[in-house]
């Protein structure tokens, strides 16, 4: 029979590893006080050192070994790099047709809810359209075009 056996020093070990002082081995024995057998007297009775000193065992598991599944770990990282891909692309795409869509809105849309009438020429216009065509002004919900927006200012200082 197979059996796993886990094994931890009497303390801490040292502070860098973690499971500093861990062992664990598979061994065959013909049951488990066999395994018990050589786990504890590995070298013959007259070597103690598994119950005394300074590699004197704190924790000992003997564990039959009788149905062992092996996790296809590297079959598992490959899916898992595949699936971290597929979010990471998902993620780019979904900046970017964020990005799209503020770029739609600023550039194409000529409705953005916005028909005014000009103040001056009393033309019915885009508010949107006049911004694409002129920049982002205080004017544009007032007038259709910067030639409007000027002869409104010059007349009003005319007068
Ligand atoms: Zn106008």
């Known amino acids: 029979m ?3 056996i886990c094994e931890r020093t ?5 502070d860098y590893t973690i499971g500093c002082g861990m062992t664990f081995y598979f061994m ?3 049951s488990i006080e066999d395994a018990q057998e050589k786990v504890i007297w590995p070298d013959g009775h007259d070597e103690y050192y598994t119950l005394d000193g300074e590699s004197a065992r704190d924790s000992i598991l003997i564990i039959p ?3 062992v599944f092996t996790v296809d770990i590297i079959k598992l990282k490959l899916e898992f790099k595949k699936h971290k ?6 993620k780019i795409e979904s900046i970017e047709r964020a990005e799209l869509k ?3 809105d600023k550039y194409e849309s000529d409705d953005l809810g916005y028909t005014n009438k000009c103040k001056y020429c009393e033309r019915e216009y885009s508010r949107s359209a006049t911004i694409r065509i002129f920049g982002d002004f205080w004017w544009t919900s007032i ?14 200082n005319f007068i």
């Open 65 to 67: 070994a009788e149905h």
């Open 102 to 104: 503020r770029l739609q």
């Open 10 to 14: 009497d303390g801490i070990g040292c």
């Open 2 to 4: 197979q059996f796993l």
């Open 28 to 30: 065959d024995a013909d």
């Open 143 to 156: 007038y259709c075009s910067e030639q409007c927006f000027t002869k409104a200012n010059d007349l009003k």
């Open 85 to 90: 891909e597929s979010l990471e692309q998902n």
